[in-house]
Each structure stands twice: as C-alpha cells, then as structure tokens.
C-alpha cells in the first residue's frame, strides 16, 4: 500500500508517521483492496484535522476528522474509513 502524508501549517515527523501507518494497516487486514492512500494533517484553530483519501478498484473513499488531539483524530478518521470500506464491499 502507497501512502503519501502532507501537512499543512505543522511537520509531519517520524513519530505521527509511524503511528499513522500503523493504524493504517488495519485496512487491509481488514481486507481492503486498496492501491493507494494520501493522508493529510493541519491545524485550524484548536483543531487537529486528519483528512484521508483511499483508493480502491472502482472509487475512492474520502474521510475528515478533527479533535483537540491529532493522534486522536487519526484514530477516529480510520475508524470512519473502516466503516465506509464496509459499506462498498
């Protein structure tokens, strides 16, 4: 799986990466025929934004999470791309 990470008004560090990969995989263990992702991160105001688009065979799932925690919104936006991926399977 191709992932590219972008960020917006903050770096992208080793660390969120990581973590982000991480919970990443769980969408293809999931089983998930999935080619690519591009996720990216920035701050608004006290907001820590996720935004991820998955590409599959066929179309692409787009999700958006925000809280006061990046790591947070991370884990909330793969639960929602989880949950999307479900429905057009």
């Known amino acids: 799986m191709d992932i590219k990470f972008t960020g917006q008004n ?3 560090t080793p660390a969120i990466r990581d973590y982000a990969s991480k919970k990443l995989s ?3 263990s999931h089983g998930a025929h999935i080619t690519s992702v591009q996720i990216s991160f920035h701050v608004e105001h006290n907001d820590q934004i996720a935004k991820a688009t998955v590409c599959v065979p066929g ?4 999700a958006q999470q925000k809280s006061s925690d990046l790591y947070k919104s991370i884990d909330l ?3 929602k791309l989880l949950s999307q991926l479900d429905k057009h399977s």
């Open 10 to 12: 903050l770096e992208v």
């Open 26 to 28: 769980r969408l293809i």
């Open 59 to 62: 179309h692409d799932v787009f």
């Open 77 to 79: 936006l793969v639960d």
